[in-house]
């Protein structure tokens, strides 16, 4: 007996023959965009290829969308405190940064310092 497979690549259809990855925007976050579903040709007619892309695509997307959800986030208890701005109503958007920010290469280069120590080239360039 054959099983019939629907789906053999989560978040992906094939259409001509090419693999497409497919994603729903979840609700909360709809408003971001301007279609509840996020549709993106992996250009490629091959299984294996188009496994690879919708991993690091997915992941990609998720990662972007828990920023986006942190971004959007009450700080928790902003209510009771005296004389603090409503955080909520606060747009992170055009709030200005703090002056003593941080560059993301100098975090690369500690975070590599620190975690890759007694690791190989390819380490490095992942990071």
Same mark, same amino acid.
């Given at each position: ?12 259809? $094939? ?6 990855? +497919?994603?729903? $925007? ?12 996020? $549709? ?5 007619? +091959? ?54 920010? $941080? ?25």
């Amino acid at each position: 007996m054959t099983k019939l497979l629907t789906k053999s690549i989560r978040h992906t259809f $094939v259409r001509g023959g090419y693999f497409y990855f +497919s994603r729903r $925007v979840p609700a909360d976050l709809q408003h971001h965009y301007r279609y509840p579903r996020i $549709v993106l040709g992996l250009r490629t007619r +091959s299984e294996l290829r188009a496994r690879g892309q919708a991993v690091v695509t997915n992941a990609k997307l998720e990662t972007y969308w828990a920023q986006l959800r942190l971004v959007n986030a009450q700080l928790i208890g902003s209510k009771l405190l005296k004389h603090a701005p409503d955080v909520a109503n606060v747009d992170p958007t055009t709030a200005a940064a703090p002056v003593s920010s $941080v560059k993301l290469s100098d975090a690369l280069a500690l975070y590599v310092n620190l975690k890759g120590k007694d690791r190989g080239k390819g380490f490095r360039i992942a990071a």
